[in-house]
Nanobody, 122 residues
Framework: VQLVESGGGLVQTGGSLRLSCAAS????????VGWFRQAPGKGRERVAC????????YYADSVKGRFTISMTARKNTVYLQMDTLKPDDTGVYYC????????????????WGQGTQVTVSS
């Protein structure tokens, strides 16, 4: 069982990135999935979540209107489209999966990826 994030990188303010979270060993649409981030010296922040089968989504106030979470079951992958990026969006982005959406709300999950670095330059 594994989650692998990709798509991070260096981008200028106002730019876009799309992160991918590829699952192996389980069907990702049976799980709720969340994206979290951690900036240097700060705690882990919940960014966006999607319920199993993609029926509902949740966004932190800081990213509403700029980020979009989506799920493609046939690719067993969850995406995070990030637009109008700001320097405050800099951090390591992790995806996590759990059968219980409530666990993600409390930044807990059964499975975690290794993270991908996103750096937004001013």
């Amino acid at each position: 069982v594994q989650l692998v994030e990709s798509g991070g990188g260096l981008v200028q303010t106002g730019g876009s990135l799309r992160l991918s979270c590829a699952a192996s060993g389980f069907a990702i649409d049976d799980y709720s999935v969340g994206w979290f981030r951690q900036a240097p010296g700060k705690g882990r922040e919940r960014v966006a979540c999607i319920t199993n089968s993609g029926t509902s989504t949740y966004y932190a106030d800081s990213v509403k209107g700029r980020f979009t979470i989506s799920m493609t079951a046939r690719k067993n992958t969850v995406y995070l489209q990030m637009d109008t990026l700001k320097p405050d969006d800099t951090g390591v982005y992790y995806c996590a999966a759990d059968v219980r959406f409530g666990k993600l709300y409390y930044s807990e999950a059964e499975y975690w990826g290794q993270g991908t670095q996103v750096t937004v330059s001013s």
